[in-house]
């Protein structure tokens, strides 16, 4: 009875947001007797559909909104990455919460790469604009924000020291960046980020495929058959992936006392000491914060898997492709109709590899994520298709590891890029949506926003809508206040509040079917 009265709630909800998109009146859909004004039965299957919609969302969420009224940022989960940040936003690093493997910098990604991601990744004209003097102004005007205590950032530099992704030096970098971090799961894990802004003033944009949901969406499933998605996420990629010697740099860190760095178990080279007993740490790791970070790391993933077939460097094309690049589905292109490429498409996003196939639709148990160890011993010989073993087995070979918990076999259900995909239909998450619906109960009860709040919550509502373009119509008012007071605590006008309000009701509704019938050709 609660999950009914909660779809009837959410289905009123879009019904009216559906219609102050036309100019009726909020309000108009309720209280009507249905007697006195009977509904045609066109209306009547529409308003089927909505409900149906709606009752995938309609499972009372797992805990209560009481964080968010708290003010506590939404968790992150091995999707967030696409949703942006959480409501928290930058916050001071504590070192023992920090996500850091044990040991980085296993991966020399520019040994991989073709000659034009190599320049970025070796600092190299024209990547690199270092001798223009406009870019050279920028750059000393540019400003890095740091957020950590001296005690908790010398603990960090330690951690950093012992799994080889800083380097200690007696003398300063010629940039020197702050760090700080937001929360993966609030109270328990934070995400290592760099800002990097004075030396991005210096470089270009690298060549970057972009995979969104309005490119998932587009695919076709035939009538009769199911989408089946496998997926694998490489554990610590960032922090693995080597940066070169020329590049280190660019990526100085604020002195530490060396005393403090003993205190934390480093034995600290003489060598690395300046004359006031400072050490000057540089990171030995391509940073998150970076401005070409995410298309030289991507680019790398693609070396690596696609090997021979790729574009990557003589290291890269010995090796045997693992996937086929004509295959690849992403927003600038997908395989050619009817190719064999098309029969078995691939995603690659930076460090996420996405695997789809077509499977006649029968009676099929759902399965499970399984580790590393178990796909290889049951996937090929179950189903016939090795790609997803055969590229956790070249990211071994490489040195790189795939994260046991996000590797997940071939199942009809998964999760992908932030959406839900459920017998052939995109979605949003329903945890999300309940996220995204305690957010906004919480800003209309405050009643005004923190500095760049609305743009987080604009960010995440645009990622879905993604899904379904003519969504993004809602907004107007939202950009014009992101402008204006964007930058500081301000009230929320009530154009900006009901344009919110009314984009988070039709998310239930905005949707892709990929079984949808479409012209012949």
Same mark, same amino acid.
């Given at each position: 009875?609660r999950?009914?009265?909660?779809?009837?709630? %959410?289905?009123?909800?879009?019904?009216?947001?559906?219609n102050?998109?036309y100019?009726?009146?909020?309000?108009?859909c309720r209280g009507?007797? *249905?007697?006195?004004?009977?509904?045609?039965?066109r209306v009547?299957e529409v308003h089927?559909?909505?409900f149906?919609?709606c009752s995938?969302?309609?499972?009372?969420p797992?805990?209560?909104?009481?964080s968010?009224s708290h003010?506590f940022p939404l968790?992150?989960?091995?999707?967030e990455?696409?949703d942006g940040?959480?409501i928290?936003?930058?916050t001071?690093?504590?070192s023992d919460?920090?996500?850091?493997?044990?040991e980085g910098?296993s991966?020399?990604?520019?040994?991989y790469?073709?000659?034009e %991601?190599? /320049?970025y990744?070796y +600092?190299?004209? *024209?990547?690199?604009?270092?001798?223009?003097?406009?870019r050279?102004?920028h750059?000393?005007?540019?400003r890095?924000?740091?957020?950590a =205590?001296?005690k908790?950032?010398?603990?960090?530099v330690a951690r950093?020291?012992?799994?080889?992704?800083a380097?200690?030096c *007696?003398s300063?970098a010629?940039f020197?960046l702050?760090l700080?971090?937001? !929360?993966k799961v609030?109270g328990k894990?934070?995400r $290592?980020?760099v800002?990097? #802004?004075?030396?991005?003033c210096?470089?270009d944009t690298?060549?970057?495929?972009h995979?969104g949901?309005d490119?998932?969406s587009?695919?076709?499933v035939?009538?009769?058959?199911d989408l089946?998605?496998?997926?694998?996420?490489?554990?610590n990629?960032?922090?693995?992936?080597q940066?070169?010697?020329?590049?280190?740099r660019?990526f100085g860190?604020?002195r530490v006392?060396a005393s403090l760095l003993?205190d934390?178990?480093i034995? &600290?080279p003489?060598?690395?000491?300046d004359?006031r007993?400072y050490? !000057?740490?540089r990171?030995?790791?391509?940073p998150m914060g !970076?401005?070409?970070?995410?298309?030289v790391s991507q680019?790398?993933?693609?070396?690596i %898997?696609y090997?021979a077939e790729?574009?990557?460097s003589?290291?890269a094309t010995?090796?045997?492709?693992?996937?086929?690049? /004509?295959? #690849?589905?992403?927003?600038? =292109?997908?395989p050619?109709? @009817?190719?064999?490429?098309a029969a078995?498409?691939?995603?690659?996003?930076?460090?996420?590899l996405?695997?789809?196939r077509?499977?006649?639709?029968g #009676?099929?148990?759902?399965r499970?994520?399984?580790?590393?160890? /178990?796909l290889? @011993?049951?996937?090929?010989v179950?189903d016939?298709d090795?790609?997803? &073993?055969d590229?956790v087995?070249?990211?071994?070979?490489?040195?790189?590891e795939?994260h046991p918990?996000?590797?997940?076999?071939f199942?009809?259900?998964?999760?992908? %890029?932030?959406?839900r995909?459920?017998?052939?239909?995109?979605r949003a998450r329903?945890?999300?949506f309940?996220?995204?619906?305690? !957010?906004?109960?919480?800003?209309?009860?405050?009643?005004w926003?923190?500095? #760049?709040?609305i743009e987080r919550l604009?960010g995440?509502?645009t990622?879905?809508? $993604?899904?379904?373009r003519?969504?993004?119509?809602?907004?107007?008012a &939202?950009?014009?206040? +992101?402008?204006k007071c964007?930058n500081?605590?301000a009230?929320v006008?009530?154009?900006?509040?009901?344009?919110?309000?009314t984009?988070? /009701?039709?998310v239930?509704?905005v949707r892709?079917?990929l079984?949808?019938?479409v012209?012949?050709?």
């Amino acid at each position: 009875m609660r999950r009914l009265q909660r779809a009837h709630e %959410l289905t009123t909800s879009a019904i009216e947001a559906l219609n102050s998109l036309y100019a009726a009146p909020i309000g108009s859909c309720r209280g009507l007797d *249905p007697a006195a004004a009977p509904y045609s039965s066109r209306v009547a299957e529409v308003h089927k559909y909505i409900f149906d919609c709606c009752s995938e969302f309609a499972v009372a969420p797992a805990s209560s909104d009481s964080s968010a009224s708290h003010g506590f940022p939404l968790q992150e989960d091995e999707d967030e990455a696409y949703d942006g940040f959480g409501i928290g936003g930058a916050t001071d690093l504590l070192s023992d919460l920090v996500a850091l493997p044990a040991e980085g910098g296993s991966f020399p990604v520019a040994d991989y790469v073709g000659p034009e %991601l190599a /320049a970025y990744a070796y +600092a190299e004209p *024209p990547a690199c604009g270092e001798a223009d003097l406009i870019r050279q102004l920028h750059a000393g005007l540019a400003r890095s924000c740091h957020r950590a =205590s001296a005690k908790e950032y010398a603990a960090l530099v330690a951690r950093m020291y012992k799994g080889r992704m800083a380097e200690l030096c *007696p003398s300063p970098a010629d940039f020197i960046l702050g760090l700080f971090g937001i !929360w993966k799961v609030y109270g328990k894990s934070q995400r $290592l980020l760099v800002d990097a #802004r004075p030396p991005n003033c210096l470089f270009d944009t690298p060549p970057f495929v972009h995979t969104g949901g309005d490119s998932i969406s587009r695919m076709q499933v035939a009538p009769g058959y199911d989408l089946e998605v496998g997926k694998a996420d490489l554990k610590n990629y960032y922090h693995n992936c080597q940066a070169p010697r020329p590049l280190r740099r660019f990526f100085g860190l604020r002195r530490v006392r060396a005393s403090l760095l003993r205190d934390a178990g480093i034995d &600290v080279p003489r060598s690395c000491i300046d004359s006031r007993g400072y050490c !000057w740490p540089r990171l030995t790791t391509i940073p998150m914060g !970076w401005g070409p970070a995410p298309g030289v790391s991507q680019g790398g993933h693609e070396c690596i %898997l696609y090997g021979a077939e790729g574009a990557g460097s003589e290291r890269a094309t010995a090796l045997a492709p693992v996937l086929d690049p /004509a295959a #690849r589905w992403s927003s600038e =292109s997908v395989p050619e109709i @009817d190719s064999e490429a098309a029969a078995a498409p691939h995603a690659l996003i930076v460090d996420d590899l996405l695997l789809f196939r077509q499977r006649k639709r029968g #009676r099929r148990r759902r399965r499970s994520a399984r580790s590393a160890a /178990a796909l290889s @011993d049951e996937l090929t010989v179950t189903d016939g298709d090795s790609r997803l &073993v055969d590229a956790v087995n070249r990211y071994a070979e490489v040195g790189l590891e795939a994260h046991p918990e996000k590797i997940h076999d071939f199942s009809t259900e998964q999760d992908i %890029l932030g959406y839900r995909l459920e017998r052939n239909v995109l979605r949003a998450r329903s945890a999300r949506f309940d996220e995204l619906r305690a !957010w906004m109960r919480n800003l209309e009860r405050r009643g005004w926003a923190k500095p #760049r709040e609305i743009e987080r919550l604009v960010g995440k509502l645009t990622h879905l809508f $993604l899904l379904h373009r003519l969504a993004l119509s809602v907004f107007a008012a &939202v950009y014009a206040f +992101a402008v204006k007071c964007g930058n500081r605590r301000a009230r929320v006008w009530p154009s900006v509040l009901r344009e919110l309000r009314t984009a988070v /009701a039709l998310v239930p509704l905005v949707r892709s079917d990929l079984s949808r019938p479409v012209a012949e050709v």
